[in-house]
Protein backbone atom coordinates (compact mmCIF):
# COMPACT_ATOMS: atom_id res chain seq x y z
CA UNK A 1 0.00 0.00 0.00
CA UNK A 2 1.11 3.51 -0.98
CA UNK A 3 0.48 6.58 0.78
CA UNK A 4 0.32 9.87 -1.23
CA UNK A 5 -0.33 13.95 -0.82
CA UNK A 6 -1.15 16.23 -3.70
CA UNK A 7 -1.20 19.72 -2.84
CA UNK A 8 -1.47 22.41 -5.10
CA UNK A 9 1.05 21.83 -7.89
CA UNK A 10 2.78 19.35 -6.10
CA UNK A 11 2.57 15.45 -7.09
CA UNK A 12 4.27 13.90 -4.29
CA UNK A 13 5.45 10.01 -4.53
CA UNK A 14 5.01 7.66 -1.70
CA UNK A 15 6.59 4.56 -0.26
CA UNK A 16 5.47 1.73 1.68
CA UNK A 17 7.55 1.03 5.01
CA UNK A 18 7.51 -2.60 6.97
CA UNK A 19 5.86 -0.42 9.71
CA UNK A 20 3.21 0.81 7.99
CA UNK A 21 2.11 4.08 5.95
CA UNK A 22 4.61 6.84 5.19
CA UNK A 23 3.50 10.49 4.29
CA UNK A 24 6.00 11.67 2.06
CA UNK A 25 4.30 15.29 1.66
CA UNK A 26 7.52 17.65 1.62
CA UNK A 27 7.75 20.68 4.61
CA UNK A 28 8.47 23.43 2.17
CA UNK A 29 4.84 23.05 0.75
CA UNK A 30 3.37 24.65 3.61
CA UNK A 31 3.65 28.18 4.61
CA UNK A 32 4.46 29.76 7.26
CA UNK A 33 0.98 31.73 7.10
CA UNK A 34 -2.24 30.73 7.55
CA UNK A 35 -4.02 28.67 5.45
CA UNK A 36 -7.14 29.17 7.16
CA UNK A 37 -9.73 31.79 6.16
CA UNK A 38 -11.84 32.43 9.14
CA UNK A 39 -10.77 30.99 11.79
CA UNK A 40 -14.14 31.18 13.43
CA UNK A 41 -15.81 29.49 11.34
CA UNK A 42 -14.35 26.84 9.07
CA UNK A 43 -16.81 24.69 7.03
CA UNK A 44 -16.23 20.86 6.40
CA UNK A 45 -18.64 18.88 3.97
CA UNK A 46 -18.70 15.08 4.21
CA UNK A 47 -19.57 13.85 1.25
CA UNK A 48 -22.24 11.30 1.42
CA UNK A 49 -21.25 8.56 -1.07
CA UNK A 50 -18.23 6.40 -2.10
CA UNK A 51 -17.77 4.28 0.71
CA UNK A 52 -19.93 1.44 2.28
CA UNK A 53 -18.39 3.09 5.74
CA UNK A 54 -21.97 4.10 7.13
CA UNK A 55 -22.62 7.72 6.93
CA UNK A 56 -23.42 8.09 10.59
CA UNK A 57 -20.29 6.39 11.60
CA UNK A 58 -17.78 8.38 9.10
CA UNK A 59 -19.59 11.65 10.75
CA UNK A 60 -18.70 10.27 14.17
CA UNK A 61 -15.07 9.76 13.10
CA UNK A 62 -14.30 12.95 11.46
CA UNK A 63 -16.29 15.16 13.45
CA UNK A 64 -14.09 13.42 16.86
CA UNK A 65 -10.89 14.20 14.89
CA UNK A 66 -11.75 18.22 13.80
CA UNK A 67 -12.76 18.70 18.07
CA UNK A 68 -9.72 17.27 18.58
CA UNK A 69 -7.62 20.17 16.65
CA UNK A 70 -10.36 22.29 17.59
CA UNK A 71 -9.68 21.51 21.36
CA UNK A 72 -5.94 22.51 21.00
CA UNK A 73 -6.32 25.62 18.69
CA UNK A 74 -8.56 28.63 17.92
CA UNK A 75 -10.42 27.22 14.98
CA UNK A 76 -13.78 26.55 15.17
CA UNK A 77 -14.58 23.62 12.43
CA UNK A 78 -18.51 23.27 12.26
CA UNK A 79 -20.26 20.60 9.79
CA UNK A 80 -21.77 21.47 6.71
CA UNK A 81 -24.42 19.83 4.17
CA UNK A 82 -23.90 22.65 1.74
CA UNK A 83 -20.26 21.51 -0.51
CA UNK A 84 -20.21 24.53 -2.35
CA UNK A 85 -18.65 27.18 -0.06
CA UNK A 86 -17.03 24.43 2.65
CA UNK A 87 -13.63 25.26 3.22
CA UNK A 88 -12.38 20.73 3.34
CA UNK A 89 -14.10 18.19 1.78
CA UNK A 90 -14.29 14.60 2.96
CA UNK A 91 -14.61 12.18 0.59
CA UNK A 92 -14.10 8.54 -0.15
CA UNK A 93 -13.25 7.51 -3.84
CA UNK A 94 -11.65 4.74 -5.62
CA UNK A 95 -7.98 5.80 -6.83
CA UNK A 96 -5.76 4.22 -9.31
CA UNK A 97 -3.77 0.79 -7.78
CA UNK A 98 -0.41 2.08 -6.09
CA UNK A 99 -1.34 5.65 -5.67
CA UNK A 100 -2.59 7.49 -2.66
CA UNK A 101 -4.99 5.99 -0.06
CA UNK A 102 -5.52 9.32 0.92
CA UNK A 103 -4.78 12.58 -0.49
CA UNK A 104 -5.11 16.48 0.20
CA UNK A 105 -5.56 19.17 -2.27
CA UNK A 106 -4.71 22.79 -1.08
CA UNK A 107 -6.20 25.92 -0.75
CA UNK A 108 -7.04 28.74 -1.39
CA UNK A 109 -10.02 28.07 -2.18
CA UNK A 110 -11.36 24.50 -0.86
CA UNK A 111 -9.34 21.60 0.57
CA UNK A 112 -10.41 17.89 -0.91
CA UNK A 113 -8.80 15.58 1.68
CA UNK A 114 -9.71 11.52 -0.03
CA UNK A 115 -9.51 8.76 1.44
CA UNK A 116 -9.09 5.59 -1.12
CA UNK A 117 -12.84 3.81 -1.00
CA UNK A 118 -10.50 0.44 -1.70
CA UNK A 119 -8.35 0.80 1.37
CA UNK A 120 -9.31 -1.53 4.23
CA UNK A 121 -10.28 1.09 6.78
CA UNK A 122 -10.64 0.57 10.45
CA UNK A 123 -13.55 2.42 12.17
CA UNK A 124 -12.82 1.48 15.79
CA UNK A 125 -9.78 1.17 17.60
CA UNK A 126 -11.06 -2.40 18.93
CA UNK A 127 -10.28 -5.25 17.16
CA UNK A 128 -9.78 -3.16 13.61
CA UNK A 129 -9.31 -5.63 10.99
CA UNK A 130 -6.12 -6.98 9.61
CA UNK A 131 -3.73 -4.80 7.22
CA UNK A 132 -6.20 -2.09 8.03
CA UNK A 133 -5.76 1.53 8.57
CA UNK A 134 -7.16 4.08 11.15
CA UNK A 135 -9.82 6.27 9.69
CA UNK A 136 -9.41 8.89 12.65
CA UNK A 137 -6.02 8.57 12.90
CA UNK A 138 -5.52 9.13 9.24
CA UNK A 139 -8.12 11.46 9.31
CA UNK A 140 -5.91 13.74 11.95
CA UNK A 141 -3.03 14.07 10.28
CA UNK A 142 -4.66 15.09 6.79
CA UNK A 143 -6.38 17.76 8.91
CA UNK A 144 -3.16 19.16 10.18
CA UNK A 145 -2.38 19.29 6.40
CA UNK A 146 -5.17 20.68 5.42
CA UNK A 147 -4.83 23.89 8.01
CA UNK A 148 -1.48 24.18 6.88
CA UNK A 149 0.90 22.44 9.42
CA UNK A 150 4.07 20.16 8.13
CA UNK A 151 5.67 16.82 9.90
CA UNK A 152 7.62 16.65 12.54
CA UNK A 153 10.26 14.25 13.66
CA UNK A 154 8.93 12.54 16.67
CA UNK A 155 7.33 9.26 15.42
CA UNK A 156 4.95 9.50 18.73
CA UNK A 157 3.35 12.66 16.66
CA UNK A 158 0.31 12.77 15.06
CA UNK A 159 2.09 14.64 12.51
CA UNK A 160 5.20 12.54 11.75
CA UNK A 161 5.09 11.22 8.60
CA UNK A 162 4.16 7.40 9.56
CA UNK A 163 0.67 8.03 9.69
CA UNK A 164 0.22 4.16 11.34
CA UNK A 165 2.58 1.57 12.43
CA UNK A 166 1.13 -1.99 13.00
CA UNK A 167 1.74 -4.11 15.81
CA UNK A 168 3.36 -7.67 15.40
CA UNK A 169 -0.62 -8.87 14.41
CA UNK A 170 -0.33 -6.84 12.07
CA UNK A 171 -3.15 -4.11 13.38
CA UNK A 172 -2.99 -1.02 13.42
CA UNK A 173 -1.99 1.25 16.23
CA UNK A 174 -3.94 4.29 16.73
CA UNK A 175 -2.69 7.77 16.94
CA UNK A 176 -5.84 10.08 18.05
CA UNK A 177 -4.07 12.15 21.05
CA UNK A 178 -2.60 15.77 19.56
CA UNK A 179 0.96 16.56 21.73
CA UNK A 180 2.24 19.57 22.18
CA UNK A 181 4.92 19.55 19.11
CA UNK A 182 1.69 19.26 16.84
CA UNK A 183 -0.51 21.68 18.34
CA UNK A 184 2.42 24.33 18.96
CA UNK A 185 2.29 25.29 14.77
CA UNK A 186 -0.88 25.19 14.79
CA UNK A 187 -0.94 27.41 18.11
CA UNK A 188 1.51 29.54 16.41
CA UNK A 189 -0.26 30.24 13.34
CA UNK A 190 -4.20 30.47 14.82
CA UNK A 191 -3.56 31.11 18.92
CA UNK A 192 -4.57 28.91 21.35
CA UNK A 193 -8.04 27.62 22.56
CA UNK A 194 -10.48 30.26 22.69
ZN1 LIG B 1 1.68 13.99 6.05
Known amino acids: MSYLVFLGFFL???ITTLSGQRCIA?????????????????KFYLDPTGTTIPFYIRKRIFTKAFDTWERATCINF???????????????????RNIPV?????????????FDSGEIWSTTPNNPPQNSLDLE?????LIGHAIGLPHISNT????NRNLVKRNTQGNPITKTSLRTA?????????????
Do not use: E, W
Open 12 to 14: LAS
Open 26 to 42: RNIIFPATARVRNVGRV
Open 78 to 96: AITSVKRGADIVLQFSRVA
Open 102 to 114: ATATAPPTQVTLT
Open 137 to 141: SVALH
Open 156 to 159: LNVM
Open 182 to 194: DTNPAVTKYGGPC
